[in-house]
């Protein structure tokens, strides 16, 4: 299984938006609403943004969205701030009932 | 509240088996999946494997199989992974991630991580 194709920087000005694409196949993102969406900064452990394409858990602020088109998932922070800097990957369940991480986007806010 | 405390960092020579520990807390533990992620340094996240704890069937990633064993201990609630034969592309962060419930429809989002356990693979 390879590792899902993400872009490896985006960058944006405060307040502006930003979106990540995470690319899969018809083996995962192309036929599952099971993506999911981390960001981890150095030194700590990860942390769950975004669920089931498009769902935010408790205490994730709304600037957090995410859809899916296709093979394509994607993950767009709205009014950027200096704390969202940091590394973005996405996730998804596949056919051969295992999980895929994407190969990580470094977000740069300028 | 939940927690996950893995192990100790430890250093081990090629060719030797390392085991990392999971010691969950504030939630009723066969009832969600754990994953095992690893980040090896300048890499991104590595899926490895997920756990049921009810059942301790388990799935892991294809480039592990036959060098991967996760189970869990019920009676106090941890879970295992342990690796055989290590590589010094072995070095790694290893996290234990709680997983969606194990009745629930979906299978999407690790919520609550532990640590992290540095593994280092060295002659």
């Known amino acids: 299984q390879s590792a899902l194709t993400q872009p490896a920087s985006v960058s944006g000005s405060p307040g502006q938006a930003i979106t990540i694409s995470c690319t899969g196949t018809?083996?995962?993102?192309?036929?599952?609403?099971?993506v999911s969406w981390y960001q981890h900064h150095p030194g700590q452990a990860p942390r769950l943004v975004i669920f089931?394409?498009?769902s935010r858990p408790s205490g994730v602020s709304d600037r957090f969205s995410g859809s899916k088109s296709g093979n394509t998932a994607f993950l767009t922070i709205s009014w950027l701030q200096a704390e969202d800097e940091g590394d973005y990957y996405c996730?998804?369940?596949?056919?051969?009932?295992?999980?895929?991480f994407g190969t990580g986007t470094t977000v740069t806010v300028l | 509240q939940v927690q996950l405390v893995q192990s100790e960092s430890e250093v081990k020579k090629p060719g030797a088996s390392m085991r990392v520990s999971c010691k969950t807390s504030?939630?009723?533990?066969?009832?969600?999946?754990i994953h095992w992620v690893r980040q090896a340094p300048g890499q991104g996240l590595e899926w490895m494997g997920w756990?049921?704890?009810?059942?301790?069937?388990?799935t892991y990633a294809q480039r592990f199989q036959g060098r991967i064993t996760m189970t869990r201990e019920t009676s106090i609630n941890t879970v295992y992974m342990e690796l055989t034969n290590l590589r010094s592309d072995d070095t790694a962060v290893y996290y234990c991630?709680?997983?969606?419930?194990?009745?629930?429809?979906?299978?999407?989002?690790?919520?609550?991580w532990g640590q992290g356990t540095t593994v280092t693979v060295s002659s």
């Open positions: 018809t083996s995962d993102i192309g036929i599952y609403n099971f």
């Open positions: 991630a709680r997983g969606v419930e194990t009745t629930t429809k979906s299978y999407s989002g690790m919520d609550v």
């Open positions: 089931d394409v498009d």
């Open positions: 756990i049921h704890p009810r059942t301790n069937g388990a």
């Open positions: 504030g939630y009723t533990f066969t009832t969600y999946y």
């Open positions: 996730s998804s369940y596949t056919s051969s009932s295992t999980h895929v």
